[in-house]
């Protein structure tokens, strides 16, 4: 409730954007952590659809889908910290933005601006 709080009523670095990229961020690394897993269902419909049966021809076995080759993940897929940190980051990601551009801010001469 906190976090929220500190988002500002802003046209758009508000909470829902918040809301829309913490979703975002948690789905890419739900894909990322279970990319190229097959589940049980659709290794099961392959062999269906590998073994033939009374009404069609049968294909040979040697046709069914091949797994890619895991892409190196450096430690990510175990490193339950990351996992929170990569998440959390994109809930934090805005907190108190104004909601003006960095351009708008150097014109400015806004301290926020450097």
Same mark, same amino acid.
């Given at each position: 409730y906190q976090i929220c $709080? $500190?988002?500002?009523?802003?046209?758009y670095h508000g909470i829902e954007h918040c809301y829309?990229?913490?979703?975002?961020? %948690?789905?890419?690394?739900d894909m990322l952590l279970n990319e190229n897993v097959e589940s049980s269902? +659709?290794?099961?419909?392959? +062999?269906?659809?590998?073994s033939g049966? $009374? $009404?069609?021809?049968?294909?040979? =076995?040697? =046709?069914?889908? =091949?797994?890619? =080759?895991?892409?190196?993940?450096f430690g990510l897929r175990t490193d339950t910290l990351t996992h929170l940190a /990569?998440? /959390?980051?994109?809930?934090?990601?805005?907190v108190d933005h104004t909601g003006i551009? %960095?351009?708008q801010l150097v014109d400015?001469? +806004?301290e926020l601006a450097l």
């Amino acid at each position: 409730y906190q976090i929220c $709080a $500190a988002y500002r009523a802003v046209h758009y670095h508000g909470i829902e954007h918040c809301y829309h990229v913490t979703l975002s961020a %948690n789905k890419l690394l739900d894909m990322l952590l279970n990319e190229n897993v097959e589940s049980s269902c +659709d290794e099961e419909q392959v +062999d269906a659809a590998t073994s033939g049966s $009374a $009404a069609g021809p049968t294909r040979p =076995r040697s =046709r069914r889908r =091949r797994r890619r =080759r895991r892409r190196p993940m450096f430690g990510l897929r175990t490193d339950t910290l990351t996992h929170l940190a /990569f998440v /959390f980051s994109a809930l934090i990601h805005d907190v108190d933005h104004t909601g003006i551009t %960095n351009r708008q801010l150097v014109d400015e001469g +806004d301290e926020l601006a450097l």
